[in-house]
């Protein structure tokens, strides 16, 4: 089993920066696939951004590419967003994600999510 666990969230200022982190423990050897997910009241859970185990591969939806980085620390079995440019709209849980396979078969394990919130 792998746990994961969000922190970085908390309430900031749009066009700042701001950086989420995501500590895997347990099996993490068996981590592949890495992502990043959001949630906003009353709306769906969705993508926001995946790093393949190489950290080569990178893939972000439209809205925030450009704006946002994701990236790993195998070393410290720790993925990141780097959120830069925030919009209003960026307000949203975000949950860190992995998966033991590549990124096309889903993810298998879920952190509870830290809050990011966005003021005008």
């Known amino acids: 089993q792998v746990q994961l666990v969000e922190s970085g969230g908390g309430l900031v200022q749009a066009w700042g920066s701001l950086r989420l982190s995501c500590a895997a423990s347990g099996r993490t050897v068996s981590i592949d696939c890495m992502g990043w997910f959001r949630q906003a009241p009353g709306r769906e859970r969705e993508f926001v951004a995946q790093?393949?185990?190489?950290?080569?591969?990178?893939y972000y939806r439209a809205s925030v590419k450009g704006r946002f980085a994701i990236s790993r620390d195998d070393g410290k079995d720790t993925v990141y967003l780097q959120m830069n440019s925030r919009k209003t709209e960026d307000a949203a849980v975000y949950y860190c994600?992995?998966?033991?396979?590549?990124?096309?078969?889903?993810?298998?394990?879920w952190g509870e999510g830290t809050q990011v919130t966005v003021s005008s």
């Open positions: 790093i393949s185990r190489s950290g080569d591969s990178a």
């Open positions: 994600a992995a998966t033991a396979y590549v990124c096309t078969r889903g993810f298998d394990y």
